[in-house]
């Protein structure tokens, strides 16, 4: 479960305010998102409350498929929310996934009832698809559902924009700090830097000396 961040750090976000919770614990799989193989080094992402929605984890990429991006909004992968409906709180997850036919990825949006032992709604059409499904088994007089605002898509969009550009740019910096570590002008392993063009003299059984270098 949840509860407010006594520090007040609240912020806003498209013009609706947000407060930084802490969590009693975490849900498995989800923070970080499962399958993510770079997330486990990146900076943990502190959950946000925004009204009655509190996005849990902002997803860690959206893949080229065109199966993840409408024309407004983009469904990351990890993607998860947790939100308030009917006076119970409802896990919103979007999950990779392969389409059977077509063999290529997409996105599968489901929403499980938060009392640890529901059974979880799939689809893989649209977060309002798999809403509807909720809304007709547990209130079949409800009105039509709004799955992009009951997954959070509209408030966190941009809060999830920031998040991801953060992401690839402490990934990048990883990538360019490990492939700089394997040059071979880094060092000698012995604390002592060698240039690629350093001249070496080998002694041989002449009086001759040999010089080997890059020329």
């Known amino acids: 479960q949840a509860e407010s961040d006594e520090s007040g750090d609240d912020d806003f976000q498209d013009g609706k305010k947000i407060k930084k919770i802490k969590l009693h614990h975490n849900h498995d799989g989800l923070l970080p998102s499962a399958g993510d193989k770079s997330s486990s080094d990146r900076p943990a992402f502190q959950p946000q409350q925004i009204d009655s929605l509190t996005l849990l984890n902002p997803g860690s990429e ?15 992968v990890g993607y998860c929310s947790q939100q308030m409906w009917k006076g119970q709180k409802w896990l919103n997850e979007v999950i990779k996934t392969t389409d059977p036919l077509t063999k290529m990825e997409i996105p599968l949006f489901r929403v499980t009832n938060d009392d640890g032992n529901s059974r979880p709604y799939k689809s893989t059409v649209s977060p309002s698809d798999v809403w509807r499904m909720v809304a007709r088994d547990k209130d079949p007089d409800a009105s039509d559902v ?50 690629s063009g350093t001249k070496i003299i080998l002694k041989t059984s002449g009086s001759r000396q040999r010089g080997l270098g890059r020329r």
């Open 146 to 195: 709004d799955g992009i605002k009951l997954f959070g898509f509209d408030v966190t969009r941009k809060m999830v924009k920031k998040w991801l550009k953060q992401c690839k740019h402490h990934d990048q910096s990883n990538k360019d700090h490990a492939t700089a570590s394997r040059s071979p002008n880094h060092g000698d392993g012995k604390g002592n830097g060698v240039s």
């Open 62 to 76: 959206i893949p080229k498929s065109e199966a993840f991006r409408t024309g407004k909004y983009k469904y990351p």
